[in-house]
C-alpha cells in the first residue's frame, strides 16, 4: 500500500525544488526543459542524437567494467545499444560510499530504470548508467553509516578511523582508495547491526564478498550495486578511468581557456537566483574555476591567478601554456568539479535526462548558465522517486497510536503528547492541551477591546499571551513525561516510530542503507519499491511493506 505526500508537507525542502516540481514558470526558467514524460519522448531528444559522441570508444570502456563488476548479459547489451545513434542514455549517480550509501542511492538507480524502461515501452532505446562518482574526495561522507540498531536506537558510525587511522592518506579521490585488511573489521561490525530473518545471512555474505582487502571503494561499490540490482540493464560507470581522460581532454581545455566566461557566466547566474528568491547551491569564489589537478595523489583545486592560474593553497603560478601542455601530456590528471561534471557526462553519453536529488538540481540550476555559453542542449532534469519504507510492526504502531509520518515531523515531543492524547482520553495532558486552545481563543477575542482602551496594550497583551503560552506548554511537557511513566509502552513506540520514520531527523532515505530492509526481507522490497515509482507527477511516498 502507497500513500503520497506532497513535498510542501516534508521538512527542510528548498524553495527551488518544490517550484521546480510544480512546474513554476519561476524555477523553470533555469532549465531548458521542464519535468515531463510526454516532452521527453519528443524535442530534447532530437537535439540530443544529433550531436556527436564517442560510442565505440565508450562502450568499449563500458564493456570492461561491468564485466569486472560481474554484470550480467542483459547490462552487455544494454552497453552494446549505445553504438546505435538513435539510442540515448538515462543518466544518474552517486559518491561511491560504503555499502551503497543511503537508500536514496537505490532510489536513484531504480528511477533511472524505471524511467529508460518507459522510454523503450513507447519506442524509444534509451539504456540506465550509473555514474559512480569516485573522483569525490570526501572520505568523512564515504565512510559514515547510520544503522538502526537492534534495540531499534539509531546509532551514526564513522568507520573512518578504523580503516585508516595507522595511515596518512592525502586529499585523494575517494574511489580509488583499497580498504586494508580492517574492512573485515568493518563488514562484521556492520552486519552485526542488520536485523534477523532469514535472509540476513545472504545479505553478510554478499557483503563479505564485496568488500575485501585490497578492493578500492568504487570496486566494492559496483560490485555490491550490480548484485542488488542484478539484471536489471544498469550500466555502472566509473569516470576515473585513465581511459576515459582522452575522450573528455577538449572539455578539460575549454574550462581553461574561457575559465573567464564561465566565472562571470555562474556568478551572474548566482546573481539571477537570488533576485528571483532561490539559493545558490555552489558559492562561487573570486579565483574559481571548475577544474580539479590531481599530482602525488592529491586533488587540488586550480584557481585563476593573475597572471595565469595557481594550485589552492600552495604559491605554484602556473601559465595556461604549461596547464594545456602537462593536459595534453596526462588527461588523467585533471577533473571536473561539480558543475563541470554534467557537461562531461553529456560529453560522453547521449543524456536524454539526469535522475537526481535536491540538491542536485540546485547545481544544474547554475550548470544552466555553462550549457548556455557551451551551446550545448541540457536534458531533462528529472526528480529521483522518494520513500519512507513503513514495516509491518510499525505501521501497526502508528496505527494503534494513531500517529501518520508527518506527525513525526512535529519531533519527538509531539508524539509523545499526541499518543498519550489518542491512548489515554481524559489525562491531565489533554485537559492543559484544552485549556491552551481556550486562552488562544481568549486572547484573540479580547485583544480588539484591549486596543480600545488604549493602543499600546495590545503589546503588553501579546507578551502576557507568550509568557503564560510558554510556561503552559512548559507544563505539558512535564505532566506528559510523569504520565508516560506509567505507560512507557506509548512512549517507546512513539520513540520506535520517530526512529524509523526519521532517524536523526533526517528522511530515512538520508540515513538507513538498502541493506538494512534487505536483510529484514529480502530482495522482495526491491519489488515493492519498482511498483510505487511513477513517470508522472512527484511525491514522496508512505510505502508499506506488506
Not at 578511468?241 to 577538449?250: A, C, F, R
Not at 507578551?463 to 506509548?490: M, W
Request: with cysteine; net charge negative; hydrophobic share 40%.
Amino acid at each position: 500500500m502507497i500513500k503520497d505526500i506532497a513535498y510542501r508537507s516534508l521538512p527542510n525542502q528548498s524553495n527551488l525544488y518544490l517550484k521546480y516540481l510544480e512546474r513554476d514558470p519561476d524555477a523553470l526558467r533555469f532549465f531548458q526543459n521542464a519535468p515531463d514524460f510526454k516532452s521527453l519522448c519528443s524535442g530534447p531528444r532530437e537535439r540530443i542524437i544529433r550531436c556527436e559522441f564517442p560510442r565505440s570508444k565508450i562502450v568499449s570502456i563500458l564493456q570492461r567494467q561491468n564485466r569486472g563488476y560481474g554484470c550480467t548479459s542483459r547490462t552487455l547489451d544494454r552497453i552494446n545499444e549505445l553504438e546505435s545513434p538513435d539510442c540515448v542514455a538515462i543518466v544518474t549517480g552517486q559518491q561511491v560510499g560504503l555499502f551503497t550509501g543511503p537508500l536514496y542511492t537505490i532510489y536513484k538507480a531504480l528511477t533511472a530504470i524505471h524511467l529508460s524502461d518507459a522510454l523503450r515501452d513507447v519506442g524509444i532505446r534509451a539504456v540506465p548508467v550509473f555514474w559512480m562518482e569516485t573522483e569525490d574526495h570526501d572520505l568523512q561522507e564515504a565512510t559514515r553509516q547510520t544503522v538502526l540498531a537492534p534495540d531499534n536506537s539509531v546509532q551514526v558510525m564513522d568507520y573512518r578511523n578504523i580503516l585508516f587511522k595507522d595511515a596518512s592518506l592525502p586529499d585523494r579521490p575517494v574511489g580509488s582508495i583499497p580498504f586494508p585488511d580492517s574492512i573485515l573489521t568493518v563488514t562484521h561490525d556492520y552486519a552485526r547491526n542488520l536485523p534477523g530473518s532469514d535472509w540476513k545471512p545472504g545479505t553478510e555474505s554478499l557483503l563479505a564478498s564485496t568488500y575485501r582487502p585490497g578492493s578500492t571503494f568504487a570496486q566494492s561499490f559496483a560490485r555490491l550495486l550490480t548484485n542488488i540490482l542484478q539484471d536489471s540493464g544498469l550500466i555502472l560507470f566509473d569516470p576515473g578511468d585513465p581511459e576515459t581522460k582522452p575522450l573528455i581532454s577538449h572539455m578539460f581545455r575549454w574550462a581553461l581557456e574561457q575559465s573567464d566566461a564561465i566565472y562571470a557566466a555562474l556568478v551572474a547566474r548566482n546573481r539571477e537566483l537570488e533576485e528571483a528568491g532561490f539559493h545558490s547551491q555552489v558559492h562561487i569564489s573570486e579565483k574559481s574555476t571548475v577544474l580539479f589537478h590531481v599530482e602525488n595523489d592529491e586533488r587540488q583545486a586550480i584557481e585563476r591567478r593573475p597572471p595565469g592560474f595557481a594550485l589552492k593553497n600552495t604559491d605554484r603560478i602556473l601559465s595556461l601554456q604549461k596547464l594545456q601542455d602537462r593536459l595534453a601530456e596526462s588527461p588523467e590528471t585533471f577533473s571536473p568539479n561539480v558543475l563541470l561534471r554534467p557537461l562531461i557526462q553529456d560529453t560522453l553519453f547521449p543524456t536524454l535526462a539526469y535522475v537526481g536529488g535536491p540538491s542536485e538540481l540546485a547545481y544544474f540550476a547554475q550548470v544552466e548558465a555553462l550549457y548556455n555559453l557551451r551551446e550545448k542542449p541540457m536534458p531533462v532534469i528529472w526528480p529521483r522517486e522518494s520513500f519512507t519504507l513503513i514495516e509491518a510492526p510499525v505501521r501497526d504502531s502508528m496505527l494503534r497510536l494513531g500517529i501518520e509520518i508527518q506527525d513525526c515531523f512535529e519531533g519527538l515531543q509531539y508524539l509523545k503528547e499526541k499518543a498519550l492524547h489518542n491512548t489515554g482520553p481524559g489525562r491531565a495532558d489533554s485537559r492543559l492541551q484544552a485549556l491552551v486552545r481556550k486562552l488562544e481563543t481568549t486572547f484573540t477575542e479580547i485583544r480588539q477591546d484591549v486596543e480600545n482602551l488604549d493602543p499600546s496594550l495590545p503589546r503588553a497583551l501579546d507578551t502576557a499571551r507568550s509568557k503564560i503560552l510558554h510556561n503552559l506548554r512548559r507544563l505539558k511537557s512535564r505532566v506528559v513525561d510523569i504520565e508516560g511513566g506509567t505507560d512507557s509502552s506509548v512512549l517507546n513506540a512513539a520513540g520506535l516510530l520517530l526512529n524509523h520514520c526519521l532517524p536523526n531527523r533526517n528522511l530515512q532515505e538520508r540515513e538507513l542503507s538498502i541493506l538494512y530492509f534487505l536483510s529484514l526481507r529480502g530482495p522482495a522490497v526491491l519489488d515493492s519499491i519498482r511498483a510505487g515509482i511513477q513517470t508522472s507527477g512527484f511525491f514522496h511516498h508512505v510505502l508499506q511493506l506488506e
